[in-house]
Nanobody
Framework: QVQLVESGGGLVQPGGSLRLSCAASGSSFILYVMGWYRQAPGKQRELVATIDSDGRTNYADSVKGRFSLSRDNANKMVSLQMNSLKPEDTAVYYC?????????WGQGTQVTVSS
């Protein structure tokens, strides 16, 4: 029902910023809880942030105060603004849309934070 395409990843220095975008295709985008998750090599996929249909957000403790999640229902997009990036933020970042688990996943976009 939902196709997701992430963009905006890349290489950035510690302390820098990136904005990730997730474009959705399909119906009923406004009803979905949208989220960003990340997975580093050899580690489990972990929650970064979620935003529900009312715009309420939830962030992992490790990114609170640095990352900000927003959604644009008219354009069926969700964005993750990442500031003060750290090397430990390096991972593949995945967009997720769900009404029920496990929902739908995008292909992922690589974020590398390194000097």
């Amino acid at each position: 029902q939902v196709q997701l395409v992430e963009s905006g990843g890349g290489l950035v220095q510690p302390g820098g910023s990136l904005r990730l975008s997730c474009a959705a295709s399909g119906s009923s985008f406004i009803l979905y809880v949208m989220g960003w998750y990340r997975q580093a090599p050899g580690k489990q996929r972990e929650l970064v942030a979620t935003i529900d249909s009312d715009g309420r957000t939830n962030y992992a403790d490790s990114v609170k105060g640095r990352f900000s999640l927003s959604r644009d229902n008219a354009n069926k997009m969700v964005s993750l603004q990442m500031n003060s990036l750290k090397p430990e933020d390096t991972a593949v970042y995945y967009c997720n849309a769900r009404l029920t688990a496990p929902g739908y996943w995008g292909q992922g976009t690589q974020v590398t934070v390194s000097s």
